[in-house]
C-alpha cells in the first residue's frame, strides 16, 4: 500500500474541534452527569466499596471492550469475546487447578488461547469469505459448549493457585498509598489500553486495522495482504479476550463455564458509545475506556436503585441506538 493510501487510512489528527473529540467530549460529560446523579439518588452509591466494585467491573468490561475496538475498527464484528473469555479462564482453570502447573503457565496459556482462537475465526472470515456476524456467532456456541465440556459444567476453584487473586482484585497501589485501593485490574486496564492506543496509532498494523476498515477493496488493489492482516486483528482481539479471562477468574477465584455471554452486548456498547464507527475505520481506544465506564456506572446506579436486571438491559440497548444515531449524524457533518 502506498504512504498516500495509508496515510488517507490513518486515524485522524487529534484536534479540539473535529467531531471524533466532541464525540468524546459528550461521552465524557454524560459520564461525569451519571456520577454526580446516582450520588445524589441514592447513598450507597459514591462509598469506597461501591467505587471499587465499580473499578473491577470496568477492568473486565474495559478489557474486553479493547478487544472489540481492534475487531471493529477493521470494519468486523466478534460476538464471541464473551464466550471466549470464559473459554479463556476455563483452560487457566485446566493448567493452575487440574494440572498444577505455575501460575505463569495458566498466564500465558488464557493468552495463547484466546489469540488461538481469535485466529481461527479470523482464518474462517478471510478465507472461507464467512460473514464475521456468523462465523463469531458460530464460534460463541463452540467455545460456550467446550467450556461446559472441559469443566464438568462445574466451577473451578483456584483455592490451590492463593495468589491467584492477587491479579485483579488486590491493590499495588494502596500498598503504597494506604487508602487508595485502586484495584490491580484497574491498573491493567490502563495498561492494556496504553499499549492498544499505541498500536492502533503508531505501528503498521493499527495503519492497516483503519485501512481495512475504511476501504477493505482499496486495501487489497493498493497490495496489502487483506487476508493476513485481518487474521492478525482477530487474534489481536482473542489475545486480549485471554487477558480478561484471567481478571474475571481472578476477581472470582473461579472459572464459571456458564458466565461470559452478554459480556459481548456490554462490550460493544462501550466500544459505540465512545466514538468508534460500527462501518469501521475511526475509532479511539479513549473513546472506548470512557464508554466502558459509562456502562459499568449506569449498570451499577441502576441496580442499586432497585431496577430490574430485564430493564437495565433495555437501557443499555436505547443507550446503543442513541450512540450510533449520533454517530451518523456526525458522520453527515463532516
Known sequence: MTDTTLAHASPAKPGFFTAAALQKAVAFVVLIAMLIYFSVATANFMTQS????????????????????????????????????????????????????????????????????????????????????????GMMLILKGLSLVISGVKPIYFNDTPNFTMISVDSFVGQIVPGLEIPNGVLILFAVALVASIILTRTLLGRYIFALGSNEEAARLSGVNVDRWKILTYALGGLVCGIAGLLIASRLNSAQPALGQGYELDAIAAVVIGGTSLSGGRGTILGTIIGAFI??????????????????????????IVAVFVDMVLRKQR
Not at 477493521?74 to 494440572?99: H, K, P, R
Not at 456506572?297 to 431496577?307: E, S
Request: a positive charge; one cysteine or more; hydrophobic letters at 60%.
Open 295 to 320: 456502562i459499568s456506572v449506569l449498570n451499577n446506579g441502576l441496580r442499586i436503585m432497585g431496577v430490574a436486571q430485564e430493564w437495565q438491559i433495555v437501557v443499555t440497548g436505547i443507550i446503543i
Open 50 to 137: 461501591n467505587m471499587i466494585g465499580i473499578m473491577q467491573a470496568t477492568a473486565v468490561n474495559g478489557v474486553l471492550a479493547v478487544a472489540c475496538t481492534f475487531v471493529i475498527v477493521s470494519g468486523g464484528i466478534d460476538l464471541s469475546v464473551g464466550t471466549l473469555m470464559t473459554f479463556c479462564a476455563v483452560i487457566t482453570g485446566v493448567l493452575l487447578t487440574f494440572l498444577k502447573l505455575p501460575m505463569a503457565v495458566g498466564i500465558v496459556g488464557a493468552m495463547a488461547t484466546g489469540a488461538f482462537c481469535g485466529a481461527v475465526s479470523g482464518t474462517i472470515i478471510a478465507k472461507f469469505k464467512i460473514p464475521p456476524f456468523i462465523a463469531t456467532l
